[in-house]
């Protein structure tokens, strides 16, 4: 049976998981591995159009949610139109492989700053908020993944749980729909990436619910550091993956340097769970965490 049929549903039933406890994940699991197999001019379509149902799914779930946060995202959302006209463009003159190798080694240690502790909140968020959507833009529209700086973005401004991933369904949503339009508009859409985005859907159906099982209990500020945790190893593989595509290190330097990320980032989760554990008292299952603790920085 060939790799649609087989690998594809089992990886996106991990990323649809991923995806449904933490609001993000999808893309930034399934692209790395996917295309090992698949064109991006093949993948690139069926996943937009599986994520713009995906977070419209994740912000019908998260609607009491939307009120509180859609004018803090606003200015976002605003930015990512003239971010993806710009980043479509540059699409034609540079090699988008390329992108994503310094893309990955940018969020590197960005990632690994957040998975420490180090938060300073934005006071100019509307500006800020502007600036940081065209580039976004710019980013999925070349390499169709932006979960990892929009979460750092919306994590550090203070969103958790259910604003979190309302936030992040808002923008997602937006991001996703714009680049449906011009993927449709430049005639990328096919037989071939409609079916592709047919045979993931199942992956959705039974990946989504079964992630916001999973994450329900989860305290606002492990939350917060597990999402981090989380986007360390799926940049990490991408940084790895890409050095082995573009030939620039073997298989033994790209995994030694995957490796000592992960290394990295398993000592300052091991560094936070022991803090937080020594900080917070033990309570019986079920019971209310204080919101207070999300916002002592227990392990900066």
Do not use: H
Not at 275 to 284: D, E, I, T
């Amino acid at each position: 049976m060939s790799f649609e049929l087989i690998v594809l549903p089992l990886i996106t039933l991990v990323a649809a998981t991923v995806n449904g406890a933490l609001g993000y994940g999808f893309s930034s699991i399934t692209v790395p591995l996917a295309l090992l197999f698949v064109s991006n001019r093949t993948l690139n379509p069926a996943l937009v159009v599986i994520e713009m149902v995906l977070n419209a799914y994740v912000l019908f779930v998260n609607r009491e949610s939307v009120t509180g946060v859609r004018r803090r995202v606003l200015p976002i959302m605003v930015g990512l139109a003239p971010g993806m006209v710009l980043g479509t463009t540059f699409i034609a003159v540079a090699n988008p492989d390329w992108m994503k190798l310094w893309t990955f080694a940018c969020l590197i240690p960005l990632i690994l700053l957040q998975a420490a502790g180090y938060r300073r909140p934005i006071k100019s968020e509307r500006s800020a908020g502007f600036a940081f959507g065209g580039g976004l833009g710019v980013l999925y529209a070349v390499t169709t993944i932006s979960g990892p700086p929009l979460a750092m973005m919306v994590s550090n401004q203070g969103f958790v749980k259910r604003d979190f991933r309302a936030a992040l369904a808002l923008v997602r949503l937006s991001e996703s729909s714009l680049t449906a339009a011009a993927f449709l508009y430049a005639g990328m859409f096919t037989t071939t990436t409609v079916a592709l985005s047919l045979q993931i859907l199942p992956s959705l159906a039974l990946g989504i619910p079964l992630g916001a099982l999973m994450i329900r209990r989860v305290r606002a500020e492990t939350f917060r550091r597990v999402c981090m945790s989380f986007d360390v190893w799926i940049v990490a593989f991408g940084f790895a993956s890409m050095l082995r595509l573009l030939a620039v290190a073997d298989v033994l330097v790209a995994f030694t340097i995957f490796a000592g990320v992960g290394t990295v980032d398993l000592f300052l989760l091991y560094r936070f769970f022991s803090r937080y554990q020594a900080a917070v008292p033990a309570r019986p299952l079920g019971t209310r965490c204080p919101g207070e603790l999300g916002q002592q920085e227990l392990a900066s």
